[in-house]
């Protein structure tokens, strides 16, 4: 039985699910079959983790994907680099999203339901527990394309996992098992109702990385180097996402 916890404990938005269960804090991207994250499923997600953190009542915070997609990362489309603006507010969203969830005094939960790719594996790396089902395909492929990191910095995650990631980044795609960053693997056919058991069971506590690095991460973007980069982006964003494709199947 779901325990309502808090008068803002179920808000709607068209690109995120979000609701409070036994004390803990839901949020779930929606977006289609690759929870493709563009501005308006990064703004849903900073709203729904500003809630989760201001309720008193909630204790700790998850975030997965629905259906068998945790995401691909941006939503790849030519249109989305076509401007050094609408690439500028991707950045904006995502950096506040790294922000957030570095300050957060509050544990935060990546369960992996599925494929994560690059800003996907981004938001699982900035969380300080990763629960997961098995044979999971996750990567950076869209480093090897000069897609950079949306949400976080190289900076921030060598700091937390020094050569992990530079590992990550050797390969275009991986299994999650061979990361070295699950905290638990849990059945799939049972997977949230196994979260709901093992969330208790973790630390409540303030983050193993977050005070020191939400210290030393940037308070702004260098637009200027990445303007150029946004335009010379666009046309490798279709063979970008048929990779992607491919690895989903």
């Given at each position: ?115 994560a790719f690059d800003a996907g594996l981004e938001l699982i790396l900035l969380s300080d527990f990763v629960l997961s089902r098995n044979e999971v395909t996750v990567g950076f492929p869209g480093i090897w394309y000069n897609l950079p990191h949306f949400i976080g910095t190289p900076g921030i995650f060598s700091a937390i996992y020094g050569r992990d990631y530079l590992k ?82």
């Amino acid at each position: 039985m779901l325990e309502e916890t808090h008068d803002n404990s179920q808000v709607e938005f068209s690109k995120v699910q979000f609701w409070a269960e036994n004390r803990v804090g839901i949020i779930a991207l929606d977006n289609g079959t690759d929870n493709g994250m563009d501005v308006e499923l990064l703004s849903e997600l900073l709203g729904a983790l500003s809630i989760a953190v201001n309720d008193s009542t909630i204790n700790a915070i998850v975030i997965t994907g629905t259906e068998t997609v945790f995401s691909t990362g941006v939503d790849i489309c030519e249109s989305c680099f076509e401007s050094a603006e609408k690439y500028r507010d991707i950045l904006n969203i995502g950096h506040s999203i790294a922000t957030t969830l570095l300050s957060i005094r509050k544990p935060v939960i990546s369960v992996v339901n599925g494929p994560a790719f690059d800003a996907g594996l981004e938001l699982i790396l900035l969380s300080d527990f990763v629960l997961s089902r098995n044979e999971v395909t996750v990567g950076f492929p869209g480093i090897w394309y000069n897609l950079p990191h949306f949400i976080g910095t190289p900076g921030i995650f060598s700091a937390i996992y020094g050569r992990d990631y530079l590992k990550m980044l050797s390969n275009k795609a991986f299994k999650i098992e061979e990361s070295g960053i699950v905290t638990r693997f849990l059945p799939e056919e049972t997977l949230m109702k196994s979260v709901m058991e093992t969330v208790p069971e973790l630390p409540l506590y303030y983050g193993k990385f977050k005070g020191e690095i939400f210290n030393n991460l940037r308070t702004s973007i260098d637009f200027e180097r990445y303007d150029n980069l946004a335009v010379s982006l666009a046309p490798k964003m279709n063979e970008l996402k048929s990779y992607i494709n491919e690895l989903k199947k």
